[in-house]
């Protein structure tokens, strides 16, 4: 499998291992170093679909995936800001739906760097139905997130989201009194 056009049978076939025996964190961290994007996108995606899979003791208090995202968080920061592929990117972006919601602004931010991604049909929406809840939850979030973003159509949606109540027009008449006419 030396190029990206032999991915599809080793795809399936690292999915049915995962579904039938599982992995443990190292090998799942490997997947997300490998040097082909189809399989670090798989592997974003394994973390989403089948945590319980995973050969690690479950927290009484914590579930499966809170514990491993917690356990990859900072790789799946790294790989949000620095990884080439928009395919890996597309993954991360639809993982931010499934987290809770302390968890999603950390990723979003750096998703929404990423300007080359601005004119994909998929991520700048993954990543608003990400961070809907947490602009509408905390208009200061909302703020930073807008600031921060190279999507804008994210960034109107941010804005069009935090005009909707009280305290997100407050926030947008503060950086209108802050911002210089041009």
């Keep these: 499998f030396e190029n990206q056009a032999d991915i599809g049978p080793l ?12 992995f443990d964190l190292e090998q799942w961290m490997r997947l997300l170093e490998d040097y082909r994007d189809g399989i670090r996108a798989l592997a974003v995606r394994m973390l989403v679909n089948d945590p319980k899979g995973a050969q690690m003791e479950p927290l009484s208090a914590v579930d499966p995936f809170t514990l491993w995202f917690c356990l990859a968080k900072d790789r799946l920061l790294k ?31 750096a998703l ?38 190279k999507m804008p159509k994210v960034t109107g ?20 009194a802050e911002t210089s006419d041009a």
């Design 157 to 176: 949606f941010i804005y069009r989201r935090l005009s909707s109540d009280d305290a997100g027009r407050t926030s947008l008449l503060k950086l209108a």
């Design 79 to 109: 790989i949000a800001s620095h990884d080439s592929s928009p395919v890996v990117r597309r993954e991360i972006a639809s993982l931010i739906q499934r987290l809770r919601i302390d968890f999603r602004k950390d990723l979003a931010t």
């Design 11 to 22: 795809r399936k076939a690292t999915s049915a291992f995962h579904m039938l025996i599982g």
């Design 112 to 149: 929404l760097k990423h300007g080359e991604d601005k004119d994909d049909p998929m991520i700048p929406l993954l990543i608003w139905y990400g961070i809907e809840p947490v602009v509408a939850a905390d208009p200061a979030v909302g703020m930073q997130l807008a600031k921060v973003s």
